[in-house]
């Protein structure tokens, strides 16, 4: 059976948003294990080790959420003001 | 033997002064099973055997639906219909778009694999979920893994692939110094990482948990009042987690299928 | 002073099992309310669900922290 167009009841732009909190996870995740890994470094070298990798740490969940804001509030913009726009059903 | 038996009988209860005998990890690595085939020495582990047996199951269950398939539907055929249109339009179309219907077979067959190999923690003899065993989430995962991959190297060009990836919009561009390896890290290394983790530790878990209430039932029936109560209260509780267990399996097959289809679909668009 | 009781063995589980249920408490939080503002209200579902995904970053960061911190100072 071939696909119709009313078979699809979610947008595209509806759909690229949907993985986003799980997406926001990864960002998470990646950001600890990154700049938590600078600070390791960085401690291994310099000393006081559990201060560097806990300012990375910060860091990074600080990067990733920024991350994780600036691409939901791109995403959204174009669908939120349609949104608006559109009269109440 | 009846339970008064079982009480009284000399092995770890409550007033025995043995401890609560807690069950750990090692309920996870039973004793492989050794046999000789063809001359040579074998040992398998009830999680492989398990897992041959469930595709046994769900390759025999979709030939034996699709087979001989009519317009107006048997019984069979029906149930087939069903599991085929729940991964169809909850799944593919719902996730990755008009794209979808071609990764019906794909997505399906990782459900119900998944699924019933969840199923087989509390199936009575076979008790034992396959994807507690890390390898075997990892693999299913590394499998989804190269899919997607490949499949955003086709769509969207190899080095495009990893540039629309890396360069988020909306972003100022001196911040892509900091967010760059972000975007990558979460790419390639923690979505395939945190996709088998999930799967992995549900199923650990949840076993551990059906596990201890189990072995908390046994270990508290003794001939006192405290010890029947509980003993009682924690076999309902067995009872009831095992229902939850039950849920919780399909659940995270369904998860670990959306998300398949989530990465499959970020792959096959480019973001913009 | 005498010791009266003391926990030993994986104290890093034990804390990140403490960290859990708050961020656990908030998520559930989040969607449930963001659920029931998208059936209350379907056509701001664009700005609920973005408000609702930087909410659910913001508590899974928490949980997320109680994870680390053991590696960070348990060595």
Not at chain 2, 22 to 29: D, S, T
Not at chain 3, 3 to 29: C, D, H, M, Q
Not at chain 3, 35 to 58: C, H, K, S, T
Request: net charge neutral; glycine share 10%.
């Amino acid at each position: 059976m071939k696909a119709r167009d009313t078979d699809f009841p979610i947008s595209d732009a509806d759909r690229s948003t949907s993985d986003m909190a799980w997406r926001s996870v990864s960002y998470l995740t990646a950001g600890i294990l990154f700049y938590g890994g600078i600070g390791w470094l960085l401690g291994q070298y310099f000393g006081h080790k559990s201060a560097f990798i806990a300012a990375g740490v910060i860091i990074g969940i600080v990067l990733a959420l920024y991350l994780t804001y600036a691409r939901v509030s791109f995403m959204e913009r174009d669908t939120t003001t349609s949104d608006l726009r559109k009269p109440p059903q | 033997m009846n339970l008064a038996t079982i009480a009284t009988e000399d092995a770890c209860h409550l007033n025995s002064g043995c401890g609560f005998p807690a069950p750990n990890a090692e309920i996870f690595f039973l004793e492989p099973y050794s046999l000789t085939l063809f001359g040579h020495h074998l040992l398998i582990s009830k999680s492989i055997i398990l897992a041959l047996l469930v595709a046994l199951i769900v390759i025999t269950f979709f030939v034996a639906v699709s087979r001989s398939s009519k317009l107006v539907p048997s019984k069979l055929q029906s149930i087939g219909e069903q599991a085929y249109l729940f991964i169809r339009d909850q799944i593919a179309r719902e996730v990755i778009g008009k794209e979808g219907d071609k990764f019906v077979p794909f997505l399906g067959s990782l459900f119900f694999f998944i699924w019933i190999c969840n199923l087989m923690g509390v199936v009575p003899g076979a008790q034992f979920p396959v994807m507690s065993s890390l390898a075997f989430p990892v693999a299913l995962t590394l499998m989804v893994y190269i899919t997607y991959v490949y499949l955003g190297m086709k769509h969207q060009g190899p080095i495009k692939f990893f540039t629309n990836a890396a360069f988020p919009p909306g972003v100022p561009k001196a911040m892509y110094v900091l967010l760059t390896p972000l975007e990558l890290l979460g790419l390639l290394v923690t979505r395939p990482v945190t996709q088998a983790i999930r799967l992995f530790a549900n199923m650990f878990a949840g076993h551990l948990l059906i596990t201890t209430f189990t072995v908390g039932a046994y270990y508290l029936l003794s001939p006192s009042i405290i010890g029947a109560l509980g003993s009682a209260t924690s076999f309902g509780v067995t009872v009831v987690l095992t229902g939850f267990e039950m849920f919780i399996q399909g659940l995270q097959a369904f998860i670990f299928t959306l998300l398949t289809a989530v990465y499959i679909g970020g792959s096959l668009h480019a973001e913009h | 002073m005498s010791i009266l009781a003391e926990v030993t063995g994986s104290l890093g589980s034990i804390g990140y099992g403490l960290a859990a249920i708050g961020p656990g408490i908030g998520i559930g939080i989040i969607f449930g309310q963001g659920v029931q503002a998208i059936a209350r209200q379907p056509e701001a579902y664009g700005v609920i669900r973005q408000n609702m995904i930087l909410g659910f970053a913001l508590a899974e960061a928490l949980a997320l922290i109680g994870f680390v911190v053991p590696f960070v100072f348990g060595a």
